[in-house]
């Protein structure tokens, strides 16, 4: 468990996240740390909700927790992340 006892998001979860380019987002500024985006800065954005922050600052956040700090939806964790991959595997065959 993370920090309070949150559950992590799993890694493939983060590594799976959109990379917006500044501008490309619906949001000026980053849901987490609440400065604006600036030019060359590196993002990521949440998926399906589609909420924007700096790449640091997310990825900081969803090593304690996994739910999104704006609408609250939640990345997978390990756990759920390994089920959702045997799922698809098995899907496969």
Sequence with gaps: AGAFGFWP??????????????????????????????EGDMLRTMMPCAHSSHQHCI?????????CSVC?????????QYELDARTSDGSN
């Design 72 to 80: 609250g939806f939640k990345r997978p964790n390990e756990e759920e």
């Design 9 to 38: 998001a799993s890694s493939k979860a983060m590594a799976r996240m959109h990379v917006p380019r500044v501008g490309d987002t619906r949001e000026d500024h980053c849901h987490v740390c609440l400065e604006d985006f600036e």
């Design 59 to 67: 990825f900081s956040l969803l090593h304690d927790q996994r739910d």
